[in-house]
């Protein structure tokens, strides 16, 4: 396996200690799924994270949660990342913590991939009860279930690389293009994720102005 993306400078400028208690506390508050955008907000804002115009830097973020990030040609077909929490990593990739997206995905597909990945990293593990999580993501599957924690991470995902405000605000920007294609490339490449993705947090804002814009 080979690292995912050439990855500048990041700096660790909180320390260990910051992230653990961002974690902690952020664990510890509500997570059903009403409450997700608010949580990503707050994910956005303890990286200091507002201008979004290259798009969140997921991979940055979770660096600095201590993962170490990868790109395979996965099996079976279909699966586009996962994530492992397990001691015996440290050894080997020089952290316990490892995720893994594949090789041939687009660069917003990863970057989607990566952010359900935190999503279950952040809600469904606790560093301070157990030493071992694992966590696949099989998009075609995962992002119809109607299991809880899939549509939490899927909603993470989305509400981390496309806030609704900034959202909102960077289609009235795009609205004067000519076609509805070119509104939703547009925002795709703004936001750093793929067009399927956009059309898709149309229909999750449920306004109807977006909707008669995508049909």
């Known amino acids: 396996m080979?690292?995912?993306?050439?990855?500048?400078?990041?700096?660790?400028t909180k320390g260990d200690n910051m992230y653990k208690k961002f974690l902690k506390e952020i664990r510890e508050k509500a997570s059903d799924i009403n409450d997700i955008p608010t949580r990503a907000q707050e994910v956005l804002n303890f990286f200091n994270i507002d201008n979004l115009a290259s798009g969140v830097p997921v991979v940055e973020i979770l660096i600095n949660l201590g993962f170490k990030i990868f790109q395979s040609e996965l099996e079976p077909i279909g699966l586009s990342a996962y994530i492992a929490v397990d001691p015996k990593f440290e050894n080997v990739y020089g952290s316990n913590k490892i995720t893994c997206v594949h090789i041939?995905?687009?660069?917003?597909?990863?970057?989607?991939?990566?952010?359900?990945?935190?999503?279950?990293?952040?809600?469904?593990?606790?560093?301070?009860?157990?030493?071992?999580?694992?966590?696949?993501y099989f998009p075609q599957k995962d992002e119809n279930a109607q299991e809880p924690?899939?549509?939490?991470?899927?909603?993470f995902a989305a509400n981390l690389l496309m806030p609704e405000?900034?959202?909102?605000?960077k289609l009235e920007e795009c609205k004067n293009l000519e076609s509805k294609v070119d509104i939703v490339n547009a925002?795709?490449?703004?936001?750093?994720?793929?067009?399927?993705?956009?059309?898709?947090?149309?229909?999750?804002l449920d306004v109807t102005e977006f909707e008669n814009l995508i049909k």
Do not use: C, M
Not at 165 to 169: E, G, I, R, S, W
Not at 188 to 201: C, D, E, L, N
């Open 165 to 169: 405000d900034k959202f909102v605000q």
């Open 2 to 12: 080979g690292k995912i993306i050439k990855i500048t400078n990041y700096n660790n």
């Open 149 to 155: 924690k899939e549509i939490r991470a899927n909603k």
């Open 104 to 136: 041939w995905d687009n660069i917003g597909h990863k970057k989607f991939a990566l952010a359900h990945e935190l999503g279950h990293y952040i809600f469904d593990f606790d560093d301070y009860k157990s030493f071992y999580y694992y966590n696949t």
């Open 187 to 204: 925002l795709a490449r703004y936001f750093v994720v793929s067009p399927t993705a956009v059309i898709k947090r149309f229909g999750e």
